[in-house]
């Protein structure tokens, strides 16, 4: 009819559904995970230690070949403070987004701080893992609640520069 | 051995948060009608499309170009698609020049968007992967740890990030087509704007917009049949380099500044600072000014911010960047590298309006993408190098 | 125009089903016998570009993680394009020809299995008016069948060849998915999976990767033995609403072919990207291929149809007969977008 409004959009609600296998390397970090344990592993042609676990070494594109096992202990190298709410995030806001150096680790990890206030969070700052109740353990990195502060001292901003 | 291109047409969008006026073909054909009519050319006038979006999810339309190249006067014409996350729109412009400079066409009609309105870029951006780490908070939570590395670095003023915001802000008043426009807008309004990823503020971000760019680029026959003045491309680069690796710096990364050095060298300059007049660079959060701007050897290391600081970059220093509010005041994602790669080459064209930076004879034209490695420029002068 | 030649193609064997390896796995082997046949140093590749899509792989910015299987450190001059390979190619190709490189890295790679590919593929329609139909990659093609046989331009027996000739051919073929011995009569006395296509007349579902190196004049004469030239390539596309189209030709097709300067001599093979057997049929014709030129002795789609590679392997594959001396001079097809939509045509010569 002539005097009908206009369309001027439609909604198409669309599903598709994906399987994703977690393949190799990816699966063995996996596996370690669920044991509490987090797997690093080393590229042959720099020696870097990447975290988590990758079949690739993206600097080199070869193959990493030595597992290495990390503890869930390291260092705050960079950070933000998030103030807008975001999906699947346990911690109250605001929360304190880092990039967390693993000992042992190469390359940072990216994780959330919590535990503390985010205004005491600093580069340097040294955290260890807060790990999930045991028996909800599962193939995934959210065993891994969030990192807090380990009460260390902390780390000088000439040791970790390389990594920022 | 390669011809010379020339952008003989510029054409955009009005940006918005919403275009709910226009479908995606109606969004792409306001740019490319725009670009045509400052070239004097009509559909039939163009050999060859290029198109450029980021990731088909933010639209729900796997390769949309397959559908809009009608609309665009493709059928019987080849048509390319590029996609390189956030530089895909300086990426696309690279390509399109490549085919003229390849003698393979006389004149191409390349094309960005982006309608983030429809489907949810938001979502698609932070898709919880199974057996990956998510990207915490978004784009803001992954550049803010790397911007707080880079105030460390460079000892920078806590206030550089804010006074860049206010500069791109007040520019985009100049700019007919930005989507945020913010009339007497102050310092203490940016100061004061709910701090989102300590340090990024929400005044210091970009928005979501739905928007196109197009550009007609020709050869030297193409070039002086232009009604307009036409911006002369002097030389393009791009580089990549991995997201993640032990000792990678995503501050200054090594990608950006080879990028800049190869284009430097392609273009004859030797002095970036006096001899480029103005740039558009992709900052799509404000600490991305200073960044770059050693990132591209406009200043030395650690002290980009000096230049925000001087004034340097403002509309009236010596080098001014973001003239026409950047990314900063409109963020179609697809089309926002081409804007800057447009803007630089209308500056050169004298045709920048409000925002035209006089005497521009040479400009930089910048865009990233991914975490901060891929990079694509160009410089655009008034005459063929 | 720059003298510009395939020097090597390397591909991983096409799977149903891809468990073992993620797609940076699978490419790391790929590349690297890809540049280590071109007998180009990795760090001296001018230029790399990659086909992909968001959308096969399940999530936005597939492409990034392929990146860490090239070791781009020092960094590279790369791009990428949201289409098969062998765009990717083409832009590589002229590249070289502006001078902005002498040599060039071109991959691609797909793993469809993760989805359901043919209602993936619904997602590659105009949003407004045709996706919300939802109608599917391979009723779309039975549409393009039916349109065929009722013009009286083929006959499902016709179709059913194709898949025969495919499949048996590609028992010589070590990579293809789909290979063995089937009879006519038995494709015929099947159901029909999406009338008027059965089972055989559509591709496998395969998961892949493929590489090509190609470079300019001089170099590519120094480090291979009989280069694959690509005398032509050109590429067109159609109108995307299959009911502006006569679904039963490919003018995109005849086009690329002419500009490509296919016809300008013999051709002794050609490789044609054909998910379906009705779309080999038109292509033939399209090209105006005589009968002694062979079609697609690698299997072709029909035998393992990587998305997203699939249009590159030909050109791989085309290139690869004309390395090993057995071919003189070849085609190679390949396709975008539902019903052919849009098509690219290289042509390959050895010297």
Redesign the interface.
Known sequence: MSDAEPVKS?V?P?R??????A??T?ARFLDEISRGRILGQRCPACHKVYVPA??????????TTEPVEVPGRGTVTTFCVVRVPSENIHLKLPFVAAHILLDGADIPFFGLVGDCEASEVRMGMRVEAVWAPRETWGPTLANIRHFRPSGEPDVAFEKFKEHL | ??ENCAVIGVGQTQHDSKRIDV??VGLVREAALRALEDAELDWKDIDALVIGK???????????E??L??ALG????????????GSVGG?TA??AA??V????HERVLTVAYEKQS?SNAMW??S?Q?PFQQGVVAGAGGYFAPLIRAYIRRANAPEDTGIRVALKDRLNALKNPYAHLKFPGITFEQVAQSPMLWDPIRYLETCPSSDGACAMVLGNAKAAKRAPHKSAWVHA????????Q?AGRDQVN???GK??AKELYAKAGITRPRQDIDCAEIYVPFSWFEPMWMENLGFAPEHEGWKMTYEGATALGGDMPVNMSGGVLSSNPIGASGMLRFAEAANQVRGLAGEHQVEGTRRALGHAYG?GS??FSMWIVGDQPL | ??EVAVVSFAQTPYVRRE????E??ML?PV?GQAIERSGIP?SEIGF?CSGS???IA????A???A?????????????????DGA?AL??AW??I????ADSALVFAFGRA????LP???T??????T???LGVDAVSLAALQARALLDAGLCTERDMAEVAMRSRRDAKRNAFAQLKGDYEVAKILSEPHLISPLRKHDCPPISDGAAAVVIAAGDLARSKCRRPAWIRGI????????PG?RDLTVS??TT?AAHKAGAASAPLDLAELHAPFTHQELILRRALALPAAVRINPSGGPLAANPMMAAGLVRIGEAAQRIHDRDAGRALAHAT??HCL??NLVCVLEGE
């Open positions: 439609i198409t669309t598709l559904a994906y399987e994703y296998t393949t190799g990816q990758r079949a690739v070494c993206p600097r080199c594109g070869v193959a | 051995m390669a479908s995606q980021a990731p088909d999810l933010f639209e729900g339309v796997m390769m949309p397959l559908f190249a009608d493709g059928a019987g014409k080849p048509m390319l698609r590029v996609h390189t996350a990426t690279i390509v490549s085919l400079q390849a003698g393979v429809e698609a951006l898709i992967l393009t680069a791009m580089r990549t380099e991995p997201t690796f990364p090594r990608a080879d990028c991914g490695q891929y | 125009m720059r468990r073992g390896r993620s940076v796995e790391l590349i990795k790399t899509s968001d959308y399940g999530q936005a910015f492409f990034v993680s990146v860490d299987a090239l070791g781009a450190w020092p960094p590279i001059s790369e791009s990428h394009v949201e289409m765009w083409y832009e002229v590249k020809q502006c001078g902005h299995s993760m989805g359901t209602e993936t593929l997602m590659q329609l105009d949003p407004y045709l996706q919300p050109d590429h067109r596309i159609e109108p995307h609403q502006f003018p995109s086009l975008q977008g939509q849009q």
